[in-house]
């Protein structure tokens, strides 16, 4: 997210003739070209010292939040001291009552982005005065993955099985793991043939294995375990579909990755991936908690091949017309010109 916002700003100060700095809070990236970069390796107060510095009197800063955490330090500054600034909103980090610097910095925003209706939506139920947000939905980056290739793992998964790709978390356990592990035997029963591959690492792993176990699923589910971007685009490929009925996706960028892959998706209802999903066409959406609707939908993807693919391409078309970088940079310029108040302001840094 942080690269998007920062090539997008980059690529315009360029065109206003404005000196723009990058400040992020680890390492080097190496993933910004040209765009000067400070880093802070991981030094909080470093940053925020940074960031205050460039807002005091003679600078005439904007300052763009590539999320709400760094924001707080705005609620430290004095009102006359703090430059107009933009903030992004994501989901599940305001979907819960906030302390107060960041409500303060959320009050305090010159513009306020979110990456879905849905994150406007259910950040209303605990911050029910928050003032106007535009929604900028996210996209994919352009560049060629990192990382080499893990052929042996390819070669020992085949190709045609059912893909998640996802963080296991033992205190974030929305992302559909476990509902899937419940659905598998059902699905197996109708197609001998199912496989589940579940891509990425976190404590919750160790359970999530267990359980698969426990369910007779150990020679259908596999567990890849943290891989690769170049290995993980792989992945996407050679699966039959993508399937991840999360609950609590601010947007879900990997359902994007399914798409440009030409892969189509499974998720939930009344989830941001309703946003993203168009139900019937590039994926299939179900209902929460409905095991039953889950498992036969689950099967249709397994069993028919041309409605798979039809919703493959499908995807890849909505992807390109609505979520390449191109189509960020469209959705975020206006506002990006608003901060920068080129419409005659004098902006120097």
């Known amino acids: ?26 390492g080097p990236c190496g993933l910004l070209g040209a765009v000067p970069v400070h880093h802070f390796s991981g030094s909080q107060l470093g940053m925020a010292l940074a960031v205050w510095r460039r807002q005091l009197p003679p600078h005439r800063t904007r300052v763009i939040f590539d999320c709400i955490g760094p924001s707080r330090v705005q609620a430290f500054l004095p009102g006359l001291c703090r430059s107009p600034y933009a903030l992004y909103l994501h989901g599940i980090e305001v979907w819960r009552k906030l302390t ?73 356990r929305y992302k559909g793991h476990d509902e899937l592990l419940a659905a598998m035997p059902r699905i197996v ?25 426990s369910r007779g699923l150990a020679g259908r589910v596999a567990f890849t375990g943290f891989v690769s971007e170049a290995t993980l685009g792989e992945l996407f490929r050679r699966c039959a579909a993508f399937v991840m009925p999360s609950r609590n996706e601010g947007f879900g960028l990997v359902y994007l990755e399914a798409m440009r892959a030409g892969r189509p998706c499974l998720a939930l209802r009344r989830s941001a991936a309703e946003e993203i999903i168009v139900d019937g066409t590039t994926g299939i959406l179900v209902e929460p908690g409905d095991q039953e609707q889950l498992a036969a939908a689950l099967v249709c993807l397994l069993s028919d091949a041309a409605m798979v693919r039809r919703m493959g391409e499908a995807g890849r078309r909505r992807y390109e017309e609505r979520y390449t970088f191109e189509s960020f940079r469209a959705g975020l310029l206006p506002h990006l010109d608003r901060l920068l108040g080129v419409e005659g302001n004098d902006v120097r840094n």
């Open 1 to 26: 997210m942080g690269r998007l916002v920062a090539r997008v700003a980059a690529s315009r100060c360029v065109e206003l003739g404005v000196r723009l700095r990058v400040f992020n809070l680890g």
């Open 100 to 172: 107060w610097d960041r409500r303060q910095a959320l009050r305090s925003a010159t513009i306020r982005l979110a990456n879905s209706s849905l994150t406007i939506d259910r950040a209303k139920e605990f911050l029910p005065w928050l003032p106007r947000t535009a929604v900028v939905p996210l996209a994919l980056e352009d560049r060629s993955p990192g990382g080499e290739v893990d052929r042996a793992l390819l070669e020992s998964l085949g190709d045609g099985y059912l893909l998640i790709v996802g963080r296991m978390s033992r205190v974030e």
């Open 189 to 213: 029963a109708a197609c001998p043939h199912a496989r589940l591959v579940i891509a990425g690492g976190g404590d919750d792993r160790e359970r999530l294995t267990r359980v698969a176990t």
